[in-house]
Nanobody, 122 residues
Framework: QVQLVESGGGLVQPGGSLRLSCAASGFILDYYAIGWFRQAPGKEREGVSCISISGGSTYYADVKGRFTISRDSAKNTVYLQMNSLKPEDTAVYYC????????????????WGQGTQVTVSS
């Protein structure tokens, strides 16, 4: 059974850091583009970052220079390291997989995790 499970969310102060994990079971992450998305209350789901099958990374929202996406093939897990967090980063963060190239359109992804809440507040 194909499954993605996110973890690592929580409450952090502005300027702080969190590392989100996206663990896969039932399939091998290396063969998929893995994207991170987020959705704040009352807002559209938006792309944050993606790591391609070849390992290249792309950043979509205003996170470049602050967030880093990476993949650990041995653990079948993708990470999103988030530094210098801002209140506007507050959202539910999802990881998703697709059998194609990276893209910021959430509806093009086939498999989704349940999401993890990130709250940036003092």
């Amino acid at each position: 059974q194909v499954q993605l499970v996110e973890s690592g969310g929580g409450l952090v102060q502005p300027g702080g850091s969190l590392r989100l994990s996206c663990a896969a079971s039932g399939f091998i992450l290396d063969y998929y583009a893995i994207g991170w998305f987020r959705q704040a209350p009352g807002k559209e789901r938006e792309g944050v970052s993606c790591i391609s099958i070849s390992g290249g990374s792309t950043y979509y929202a205003d996170v470049k220079g602050r967030f880093t996406i990476s993949r650990d093939s041995a653990k079948n897990t993708v990470y999103l390291q988030m530094n210098s967090l801002k209140p506007e980063d507050t959202a539910v963060y999802y990881c998703a997989a697709r059998t194609s190239i990276c893209g910021s359109n959430w509806y093009r992804y086939n498999y989704w995790g349940q999401g993890t809440q990130v709250t940036v507040s003092s």
